[in-house]
């Protein structure tokens, strides 16, 4: 090694200074051939693995954070058809919602002089179902009635209230007639929503 060094030294500068650039040139290619290269390539096969995992991290993020939202949406409309529900009944509960106002009026003391359903009202997606009640009793009798209706989870609108033919004191009390339209309302089923869009149709073609 020392003798290779000694010659080295005696050659003349230009020749010195190529000798030293060529070995510079070989240890860089040896390095690059055998520990750069390989390293390199390896190094960006695992820059793209990341790349994918970040962004393969990022899509499932994403869709955990929607199904959270979605999950929220579908229970809260979820909980409005719920209550929607409940406050329109189906074509099954009418007679039980109606016989239950029957018995509030009777609880509340009134004596039930008529009480008859009208034909239904028939809307896009909901029938109203009016009622003609007469009952005679005390005012505040009638008031506590109407209160309890008003407290049902039903929907019931009382209208077109009357109050007449008051009758011989009894007590503190003075009994009278009291009409009024009680209107509650229903879901209509598919079946009836078809039936009432073709039954629109024929009589928007009869129509000259």
């Known amino acids: 090694m020392m003798d290779l060094i000694e010659r080295l030294f005696e050659l003349p500068p ?20 055998f520990l750069f290269w390989p390293r390199s390539a390896e190094i960006a096969e695992k820059e793209h693995q990341v790349e994918q995992l970040t962004a393969e991290r990022a899509r499932k993020a994403a869709l955990v954070a929607n199904l959270a939202r979605t999950r929220e949406e579908v229970a809260r409309l979820d909980g409005d058809l719920k209550r929607a529900i409940a406050q329109l009944p189906d074509t099954k509960e009418i007679p ?17 002089i008529q009480f008859k359903q009208r034909p ?26 109407f209160d309890q209706v008003g407290r049902m989870a039903r929907i019931v609108n009382v209208t077109d209230v009357s109050m007449k033919s008051p009758q011989r004191p009894q007590g503190d009390s003075v009994p009278l007639d009291t009409s009024c339209a009680a209107v509650t309302f229903r879901f209509l089923d598919e079946a009836e929503r078809e039936r009432l869009a073709k039954q629109r149709e024929q009589e928007k073609g009869a129509k000259p």
Do not use: K, N
Request: proline fraction near 2%.
């Open 14 to 33: 230009r020749q010195r200074v190529m000798v030293l650039v060529g070995g510079m040139a070989v240890v860089f290619f040896v390095y690059a051939y």
């Open 96 to 112: 039980d919602l109606l016989s239950t106002i029957s018995s509030l009026a009777r609880e509340a003391g009134l004596e039930i």
């Open 120 to 145: 239904e009202q028939y809307q896009e997606f909901y029938a109203a179902v009016p009622v003609d009640i007469l009952v005679r009793g005390a005012y505040h009798q009638v008031a506590s009635f």
